[in-house]
């Protein structure tokens, strides 16, 4: 009888620190995404300054929570396509595969015309053994998005390897509870 409570005992505790670990880690992930959020915040302001004009960058860093409470810090290539806004005057600002505005763009003569711009994106692909896009993903870029999107990559890589790194501790615990719960049914 002793032993049997002594082992509820332990059982309890140990349920306890997985449960704080659990927490920690949600916490870790928590932060991984505010620190995401800051350091590509230099080169998405760049970005937004520079629309519509020659320095105009096509890529994007995009920093999101998914569904599951993990962070993800990826690039996409933004495809802009420009229509009469007298031909296409509905705006889609909802979701789905892309969203559009209405913009006054000024043309290379001076004029300033109303136009829809239709906005989708792909995402660029990161390797999964290095954790990072590839280099060339910025060879077509301006130059402020070629040297801020390196520079800007190399701390989202390290972000990622940290993801990473909580992922497997999230699955180590899951294999401790399934074997913890497997132990409990065969001592029924």
Not at 144 to 158: F, P, V, Y
């Given at each position: 009888?002793?032993?049997?409570?002594?082992?509820?005992?332990?059982?309890?505790?140990?349920?306890?620190?997985?449960?704080?670990?659990?927490r920690?880690?949600?916490?870790?992930?928590?932060?991984?995404?505010?620190?995401?959020l800051?350091?590509?915040?230099?080169?998405?302001?760049?970005?937004?300054?520079?629309?519509?004009?020659?320095?105009?960058?096509?890529?994007?860093?995009?920093?999101?929570?998914?569904?599951?409470?993990?962070?993800?810090?990826?690039?996409?290539?933004?495809?802009?396509?420009?229509?009469?806004?007298?031909?296409?005057?509905?705006?889609?600002?909802?979701?789905?595969?892309?969203?559009?505005?209405?913009?006054?763009?000024?043309?290379?003569?001076?004029?300033?015309?109303?136009?829809?711009?239709?906005?989708?994106?792909?995402?660029?692909?990161?390797?999964?053994?290095?954790?990072?896009?590839?280099?060339?993903?910025?060879?077509?870029?301006p130059?402020?998005?070629?040297?801020?999107?390196?520079?800007?990559?190399?701390?989202?890589?390290?972000?990622?390897?940290?993801?990473?790194?909580?992922?497997?501790?999230?699955?180590?615990i899951?294999?401790?509870?399934?074997?913890?719960?497997?132990?409990?049914?065969?001592?029924?």
């Open positions: 009888m002793q032993q049997s409570n002594e082992s509820a005992e332990y059982s309890s505790v140990i349920e306890d620190a997985l449960q704080k670990i659990w920690n880690v949600k916490a870790a992930r928590e932060a991984l995404f505010e620190e995401g800051i350091v590509s915040n230099p080169y998405f302001r760049t970005l937004k300054k520079t629309n519509f004009t020659n320095e105009q960058a096509s890529i994007s860093p995009r920093v999101w929570m998914r569904d599951g409470g993990s962070p993800s810090f990826s690039w996409e290539k933004i495809i802009k396509r420009y229509h009469s806004a007298i031909l296409h005057p509905t705006v889609k600002k909802n979701y789905g595969p892309g969203k559009s505005y209405l913009a006054r763009i000024k043309k290379e003569n001076g004029s300033i015309v109303k136009a829809k711009v239709c906005l989708t994106s792909k995402h660029i692909k990161i390797n999964s053994k290095t954790k990072s896009i590839s280099p060339g993903a910025f060879r077509d870029q130059l402020w998005a070629q040297i801020a999107g390196e520079a800007t990559e190399k701390k989202l890589c390290r972000l990622r390897k940290q993801e990473a790194a909580l992922s497997r501790i999230v699955k180590n899951a294999v401790i509870k399934a074997l913890r719960s497997k132990e409990n049914i065969d001592e029924d």
